[in-house]
């Protein structure tokens, strides 16, 4: 009952490096999410995925690519990192986006960036 | 616009007490629903419960219960007979009902409890 998986846990990065963190539902929803959170401010949305093949811009999108490579997966893509993207980020499903369903959430990644 | 507040930053109730997080909202969708969820030091994001606009009654799940209160546009978290494992951050949320029709959150409330 894996639900949502999200890789890595943890990662320093230097300033001007990318990476990309890896998210895998289980679940066959429609609808994936990136988040960030910060201390004092709630989880904020970076990009999202209503369903396979789309992607749309959240709250804070600025620096981040995403890709739905498939229904399964939707990952998040670093392409500069800078100290400003140090946060925990999480990954979340939701079954159908347009219903009033919980969404289910990844362990999160704690990234650093020196 | 909508809109989730939480007003308390931190909380603090004694083993076996009661307590109640507050959370109030501003929609004008008259079809909405109300999520809790908890987040532990271990850092995950757990799901406790939800409550529609239109249910007739407040949803409760085991010791958790919403006090859902419609006109004061409020839907605050009781947790009866506290455990020492329920020391964690309470986030209230609320799906967004343009765009993405994510769920968006409050700035959550720390509970701490007390032995």
């Known amino acids: 009952n894996a639900g949502v998986t999200q890789t890595p846990k943890f990662q320093v990065l230097k300033t001007g490096q990318s990476m990309t963190l890896q998210c895998a539902q289980d679940m066959n929803h429609n609808s994936m999410y990136w988040y960030r959170q910060d201390p004092g401010m709630g989880l904020r949305l970076i990009y999202y995925s209503a369903s396979e093949g789309t992607t749309d811009k959240g709250e804070v999108p600025n620096g981040y690519n995403v890709s739905r490579l498939n229904k399964r997966e939707f990952s998040l893509r670093l392409e500069s990192a800078a100290p400003s993207q140090t946060s925990v980020y999480f990954c979340?499903?939701?079954?159908?986006?347009?219903?009033?369903?919980?969404?289910?959430f990844g362990q999160g990644t704690r990234l650093t960036v020196v | 616009a909508q809109k989730i507040t939480q007003t308390q930053p931190g909380m603090f109730v004694q083993e076996k007490e009661a307590v109640t997080l507050d959370c109030t909202y501003d929609?004008?969708?008259?079809?909405?629903?109300l999520f809790w969820y908890k987040q532990p030091s271990s850092g995950e994001m757990i799901f406790l419960i939800y409550?529609?606009?239109?249910?007739?009654q407040n949803a409760t799940e085991g010791r958790y219960s919403l006090n859902f209160q419609k006109a004061r546009k409020s839907a605050n978290l009781v947790i009866s007979a506290s455990q020492l494992g329920d020391s964690a951050m309470y986030f209230c949320?609320?799906?967004?009902?343009?765009?993405?029709?994510?769920?968006?959150f409050g700035t959550g409330t720390r509970l701490t409890v007390i032995p």
């Open positions: 929609t004008s969708d008259p079809s909405y629903g």
């Open positions: 979340a499903s939701r079954k159908n986006r347009d219903r009033n369903t919980e969404a289910f």
């Open positions: 409550q529609g606009s239109y249910d007739q």
């Open positions: 949320a609320m799906r967004d009902q343009t765009g993405a029709n994510n769920l968006f």
